[in-house]
């Protein structure tokens, strides 16, 4: 954003893969990452830990301490997705999630930048018509941090007319004010347009969200700010997603909103996410955690291990790592445009295959990638 990192020292990046196909993805980005510095003449020093189910079960928690100290002292965090059927009991006291959402709140990761871009490859394979979703390129700014995933309290309990159960929706200004932030100094680099998302119609969070951001926006007079509410905001995405540009939101509304926003995409499995903290690192950049969005959910048990799952949402959150927190926005940009050149040439995993793509496994898409650099 508008402190670009420096690439002097030799950073640290903490791999945190997690369960299932989590771990093909992110061992494929890793690869793609190590072509990208051999070929520009630098180097990392990768640190694997164990979080989300397989620290459940090597260590009885989904993040353990020394998983946390490593991502802590590390410049960025590479993580690849958590859960499974194996922990899914949903009333257990661990459960792998508390791995993911606990190193968004422990290291302050407030921002979540998720972008939205058609690769033109994608087009005519949408399920929405090529007119409405050419030129889609946005950026979901989702705050991380707080909201409804956070609110305080939340827990179950017995009354006298049965079981209850609470969870809250609370914002401070402060944190508000700097997801708002971030929102406006991305949109000065790209078209300009902050769409800021709320429900206001009914919730105060909302209404107090609204008016601050009219009142950060004020600040911004060269960016063009809308409200539109979080009902009205999911229709527009699919009638006139080119339209967009920041979207900045709530943590569980941007949760929602990006899983339809990936549709746009073509996948969920071409959907990378970064999210910043307030920190900065020994490279001088934004300490982050980098992550597909898709999770584990995306891809039912069976396709563990088969080579089916699309990396690509890994390798393209190892490219916003490298912009945001490593100081190569060269290599990035690499990535990106070796990305769009092996779509464009016909391959894709299953997800995103259409009449006449060659489908190939996560590996083999790897491969291409690493080739096209
Ligand atoms: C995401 C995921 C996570 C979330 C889950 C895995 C806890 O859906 O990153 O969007 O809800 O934030
Ligand atoms: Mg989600």
Redo the contacts with the bound molecule.
Sequence with gaps: MSMLPTAAHQPTIAVLPGDGIGVEVTEVGVRVVRAVAARSDWSFHARSGLVGGAAIDAAGLALPQETLDLAAGSDAVFFGA??GPKWDNPSAPVRP?QG??GLRKALDLYANLRPVKLSPALLSQSVLKEEVVRGTDMVVVRELTGGLYFGKPSRRWRGPTGWRAVDTLAYSEHEIERVLRVSFELARGRRKKVTSVDKANVLTTGRFWREIATRVGAEYPDVQLEHVLVDSAAMYLIRRPATFDVMVTENMFG?IL?DEASVLAGSMGMLPSASLGSGTNACGGVQGLY?P?H?TAMYTPEVVGTGRANPIAAILSAALMLRYSLGRPDDAAAIEAAVDRVLAAGYGTPDIAGPGTEVVTTDRMGDLIIEAL
């Design positions: 958590v859960g999630e993911i959402l949760d990006t992550e969005i999770g």
